[in-house]
């Protein structure tokens, strides 16, 4: 049986720091709707408070995290250790999605120190932290971050950026709205 934690302290805060991957995880309201499971890397999660992650999202293929977070808030991420002692930690969370040209995204964007383009900053009000054993997970040396995502970005324009996130990022794949793109405050036309 895990152990259940109050708050974010600094040991925790460490580990976190120490891990290179982490996993995101919402879901829809709708019975039928797909579960989001997303993996997330390049130094971009950031602890906040004792109560409060934050992560930079660089952009993909969809916006599902958007679009629940949006319509129900619901997420979790989640932790493990691929080095040193097994050890895994879920937070569990309302979450909140903040976009370029929203009040407090310039703020947020501060914490972070990676150059490439966000796309939205999601916060997690943290209300339970839960860890599990880990023993089940193997061991993995890290290597080195990929350069995939930035070598896909210096060779867009900031409009090119701008029509792949009209395309592929305004709804999630059951039609939620998901990310604003013009302006627009729903994430629909």
Same mark, same amino acid.
């Given at each position: 049986?895990?152990?259940?934690?109050?708050?974010?302290?600094?040991?925790?805060? *460490?580990?976190?720091?120490?891990?290179?991957?982490?996993?995101?995880?919402?879901?829809?309201?709708?019975?039928?709707?797909?579960? *989001?499971? +997303?993996?997330?890397?390049?130094?971009?999660?950031? #602890?906040?408070?004792?109560?409060?992650?934050?992560?930079?999202?660089?952009?993909?293929?969809?916006?599902?995290?958007?679009?629940?977070?949006?319509? *129900?808030?619901?997420? #979790?991420?989640?932790?493990?250790?691929?080095?040193?002692?097994?050890?895994?930690?879920?937070?569990?969370?309302?979450?909140?999605?903040?976009?370029?040209?929203?009040?407090?995204?310039?703020?947020?964007?501060?914490?972070?120190? +990676?150059?490439?383009?966000?796309?939205?900053?999601?916060?997690?009000?943290?209300?339970?932290?839960?860890?599990?054993?880990?023993?089940?997970?193997?061991?993995?040396?890290?290597?080195?971050?990929?350069?995939?995502?930035? *070598?896909?970005?210096?060779?867009? +324009?900031?409009?090119?950026?701008?029509?792949?996130?009209?395309?592929?990022?305004?709804?999630?794949?059951?039609?939620?709205?998901?990310?604003?793109?013009?302006?627009?405050?729903?994430?629909?036309?």
């Amino acid at each position: 049986m895990g152990k259940e934690y109050t708050e974010i302290d600094e040991r925790i805060q *460490n580990w976190i720091t120490r891990q290179k991957v982490y996993f995101v995880a919402t879901a829809p309201l709708a019975a039928d709707g797909h579960i *989001n499971c +997303s993996p997330k890397g390049l130094d971009s999660l950031r #602890v906040l408070g004792p109560h409060k992650l934050a992560y930079v999202d660089f952009g993909g293929s969809g916006a599902e995290t958007a679009a629940h977070v949006r319509e *129900n808030e619901r997420i #979790v991420i989640m932790l493990c250790a691929f080095d040193g002692p097994p050890k895994i930690y879920r937070f569990y969370g309302r979450g909140s999605v903040v976009e370029p040209g929203d009040a407090g995204f310039d703020a947020l964007l501060a914490e972070f120190s +990676s150059p490439l383009a966000a796309r939205n900053i999601v916060c997690v009000d943290v209300d339970k932290i839960m860890d599990s054993c880990g023993y089940g997970v193997p061991q993995y040396e890290f290597k080195s971050e990929r350069e995939s995502l930035r *070598n896909w970005y210096d060779k867009k +324009s900031e409009e090119d950026i701008l029509n792949y996130r009209r395309e592929n990022n305004r709804l999630s794949l059951d039609g939620l709205p998901a990310l604003k793109v013009d302006g627009d405050s729903t994430g629909t036309s």
